[in-house]
């Protein structure tokens, strides 16, 4: 029954069209018929016939004024569904009127115009019904009452004759409303299609309309939701990076005091424990500055062999510890690119490959390809099918970890892994079957002359500094976690919680350097309070700021100060290569 209502309101709309179609084309012709009207009375009439011409005339044009104004208030109006067919019955009225005025012409010409003016009679009624055809065949009920209307008056008068010609002029003239009916039925056909396309396209751009709406709206969501989870994200890094961070200075202390061999075993426990929240913080860290774009890669002239050892080094006891063989082919390869990123690249594929491998192990590997090095990550873990290979660089996407389980990670490693790659301009690419283990290749331009090679900077962590900190902080915990380091290793420091403070410090003692946190109280910066003190002291003092916000707006603050940053939490070892670095 719903099907029934549908397809009659189909039908409906598309008669409504056809009477439109029809109507406009009525008032285009309204002039033209008007002279053709006036040229007629002018060519036939004469004194026999001249009451008759004018009232056939008079005729005529009220029935194409009557027929006229009616498509105008239509055409106006609009035409209503319901009263579509009673409009059809209206016209096909109207209609057949009409056709039966200009046949009557005939009867009034045929015994009293000349042979000239018959024959401009029938030529024009003819010409009217051809061009009807093109105008009225749209409602092809219309056309054809007006068409047999006409014809039948004309073929009655021909008839009455009596004469075998006019007879054969009558059936000529059915011949040609044959014709003319076929050519109807044609046009009829095509107005309709013409008008389905129509609405089917109007349609189709309505839905593409709609669908681009939704499209807009859902991006607008997901760009809300990402916004929303960047700040999260940054805020819940930031204030956990804050107590983890003084966390590791006073462990880092307390490993210096006389210790039993529990309190040892006790304090390694608590170290590894620490350094695992390090870990991931570290990993939102590294995801947050790709997001806002503030890694600038350092290119260089590099050996990957020394960068495969180390990592060996580091990664190779994990996977003893779950049994699997962890191999590094030798390479003599020279590579340009930047190495911190090269290494956090492989750091994330291999530690991954180690996290979803059980049986087997896992191969580190560099081939030569053209002017190309590919390094190359195998492993005989739990492979990823084809419709999960683009989802795996997604963040926070992890296959087979619907627990969420913190030794699996965040599933952020991928993410990084192609951000970096996208950041260097190095090719990435995945291959991989389900149960049978991945391989992940990472491309990048071979040097073959090695022109710098960068040392990492080593110190001894016995040495003295020897030099006068101010420390600015709103946080107690990590002022005082700080300052018991840094005296440990042999510097006088300072405290101060503000930029106020921190002034009043220096007016009585100049530091040699400046450790301040990025965020500061009253939403200052620690930027803000560097430039305050070298106002104070000098624009050659030398400073260095601390950040737990990986929020993208800040990182890119903090990175513009061109003031050197370190990221919470800071290890030991990092902030006592910085200060040797920034005092000598």
Not at 91 to 108: E, T, V
Not at 307 to 323: G, H, V
Request: charged share 20%; proline share 3%.
């Amino acid at each position: 029954m719903q099907l029934r209502n549908l397809m009659r309101l189909d039908e409906d709309r598309i008669l409504v069209e056809q009477l439109r179609l029809m109507m406009g084309n009525t008032v285009n012709v309204a002039i033209p018929m008007f002279l053709t009207v006036m040229l007629i009375e002018w060519a036939v009439t004469n004194s026999s016939n001249s009451l008759s011409i004018k009232m056939w005339g008079a005729a005529a044009i009220l029935s194409f004024l009557n027929i006229y104004l009616h498509a105008r208030r239509h055409l106006a109006a609009g035409i209503p569904f319901e009263h579509a067919h009673r409009i059809v019955w209206r016209l096909l009225i109207q209609h057949a009127i009409d056709g039966i005025i200009w046949g009557s012409l005939i009867w009034l010409t045929m015994d009293t115009a000349s042979l000239a003016g018959n024959i401009l009679v029938f030529s024009i009624i003819a010409g009217i019904m051809g061009g009807n055809l093109s105008s009225e065949s749209v409602v092809l009920p219309v056309f054809v009452v007006y068409l047999v209307a006409q014809m039948c008056v004309i073929a009655a008068k021909l008839w009455s004759l009596g004469d075998p010609a006019y007879n054969a002029l009558g059936v000529a003239g059915f011949f040609y409303i044959a014709a003319l009916l076929g050519q109807a039925i044609n046009n009829y056909h095509a107005a309709r299609k013409y008008i389905e396309l129509r609405f089917e396209n109007t349609e189709l751009v309505n839905q593409l309309r709609v669908e681009k709406s939704n499209a807009e709206a859902a991006q607008r969501e997901a760009e809300q939701a990402n916004a929303a989870k960047s700040k999260f994200l940054a805020a819940a890094s930031h204030d956990l990076r804050q107590p983890i961070h003084a966390q590791g200075l006073f462990l880092e202390v307390l490993s210096r005091t006389e210790q039993t061999p529990h309190q040892q075993a006790l304090l390694a426990s608590a170290r590894a424990a620490s350094e695992a929240s390090s870990e991931m913080l570290n990993t939102l860290l590294d995801f947050s500055r790709i997001e806002a774009g503030v890694i600038e890669p350092n290119i260089q002239t590099f050996r990957l062999q020394p960068l495969l050892n180390k990592i060996e080094n580091d990664l190779a006891p994990q996977a003893d510890a779950k049994n699997l063989v962890y191999r590094s082919r030798e390479t003599h390869a020279t590579v340009r690119s930047d190495p911190v990123l090269v290494e956090l690249i492989l750091r994330n594929l291999i530690s991954n490959a180690i996290r979803y491998t059980e049986r087997g192990g896992v191969l580190v590997a560099c081939r030569q390809r053209g002017t190309q090095a590919v390094l190359e990550v195998w492993d005989t873990g739990i492979g990823i099918a084809p419709e999960n290979q683009q989802e795996v660089f997604r963040e926070f996407y992890q296959l087979g970890n619907p627990e969420r389980d913190r030794q699996k990670g965040l599933g952020l490693g991928l993410s990084i892994v192609d951000g970096l790659a996208r950041t260097l301009g190095h090719s990435l690419s995945l291959s991989s079957r389900p149960q049978r283990g991945s391989v992940f290749r990472l491309s990048m331009p071979i040097d073959t002359s090695l022109t710098a090679m960068q040392t990492a900077m080593t110190q001894s962590r016995t040495r003295v500094l020897n030099a006068s900190l101010l420390v600015i902080d709103d946080d107690k915990i990590v002022r005082e976690g700080m300052c018991h380091l840094l005296r440990d290793w042999g510097c006088e420091c300072e405290m101060a919680e503000n930029i106020e403070e921190a002034l009043a410090i220096t007016s009585v003692h100049a530091p040699d350097l400046i450790i301040s946190d990025y965020r500061l109280r009253e939403q200052r910066t620690g930027v803000e309070a560097i430039a305050s003190l070298r106002a104070q002291l000098g624009e050659s003092l030398p400073a260095l700021l601390i950040t737990g916000d990986t929020a993208p707006e800040r990182l890119r603050e903090a990175q513009a100060s061109g003031i050197p940053l370190l990221h919470k939490p800071v290890s030991p070892s990092q902030l006592y290569r910085k200060l040797v670095e920034l005092l000598h």
